[in-house]
């Protein structure tokens, strides 16, 4: 079955300034949101206590989260570490917490809340280790780099594989991809975790190979069209991919939408991140990438 059964002829190119007015307005507000309110660091990298438990058999997640709930020790983690029966409980960071002996009075707590899932064998209480907000620094730069490095390596290959000013346009809409969907977490000042930073290295694979697929084609056009405007080369090429694009990110939001309702606590800020990176990345390959071409296309054609 066909979603779009007759080839389209959309003028994408004539709407260009609106899509780039509209993006530089979302970019600034996203920007204004950082530079005033910031992000929302989680445990991962504001620092906090991690402790480390087995159970005599697989932990029961839900319940042992509302067990926790009603310590009130505020942003608490917990995920399966290796195998069924061992937890990580990672909790924010607490006043004093830096003291051992309080670690210890922590690490009891939450031992004794949970000992009544665990049968008469109780709770075995495996490690504890507190987590400095130097850690969280530590992330913060390396994820930075990470991604500037990622960016380097993807203009390189755009530029080999392509032509320089296609490398261009797919680093801005990478850029332009990443910065609203941080600044949606800053703007609602949701959680900012090292879940959502890997989401956010999965956007930009999805991303990239959206603004590929259309780079392609528009390659072919100029083959194809040797004569011809580039403006005419773009639409032609952005129609042609138009039903595969679609198609292609409205299966993946329907997932993300399940994933998202029915998925649970564990893997929704994952889900979000990446229906937020779908949504703005498939945009971007039309609105954004495939522009940008023609904005650095010297020959004028």
Do not use: C
């Not at 309110?37 to 504001?46: E, K, R």
């Not at 280790?129 to 390596?153: D, H, R």
Request: charged share 20%; aromatic share 8%.
């Amino acid at each position: 079955m066909e979603l779009i059964t007759k080839k389209t002829h959309i003028d994408f190119i004539r709407w260009r300034k609106l899509a780039f007015s509209f993006s530089i307005g979302l970019i600034l507000l996203s920007l204004i949101s950082l530079g005033v309110q910031g992000l929302n660091y989680g445990i991962d990298f504001s620092g906090g206590t991690l402790v480390q438990l087995r159970f005599p058999g697989p932990a029961p997640v839900g319940e042992i989260r509302k067990a926790l709930s009603d310590l009130d020790l505020g942003d608490v983690v917990i995920q399966e570490f290796g195998r069924p029966e061992e937890i990580l409980v990672r909790v924010e960071r607490q006043e004093g917490q830096e003291a051992s002996s309080n670690q210890a009075q922590l690490a009891q707590r939450i031992v004794a809340s949970l000992n009544g899932l665990a049968g008469e064998e109780g709770v075995e209480l495996r490690r504890v280790e507190f987590v400095g907000p130097q850690v969280g620094e530590e992330l913060t730069t390396k994820g930075i780099m990470a991604v500037l490095y990622s960016m380097i390596v993807i203009l390189a290959y755009v530029a080999w594989r392509f032509e320089l000013r296609f490398a261009y346009g797919a680093v801005l809409a990478l850029i332009h991809d990443l910065a609203i969907t941080v600044g949606f977490f800053s703007l609602l000042q949701k959680e900012f975790t090292l879940v959502v930073v890997a989401a956010l290295l999965t956007v930009i694979g999805y991303s990239l190979n959206d603004t590929i697929v259309v780079y392609d084609r528009i390659r072919e056009e100029m083959k194809r069209l040797k004569k011809e405007p580039m403006t005419l080369i773009i639409n032609e090429a952005v129609n042609r991919v138009l039903a595969r694009t679609l198609v292609t990110s409205l299966t993946t939001i329907l997932v993300l939408v399940a994933l998202i309702l029915f998925g649970g606590e564990v893997i929704h800020d994952f889900a979000l991140t990446l229906f937020l990176g779908v949504l703005v990345g498939t945009y971007s390959s039309i609105f954004v990438a495939s522009p940008m071409v023609l904005l650095m296309d010297r020959k004028g054609r």
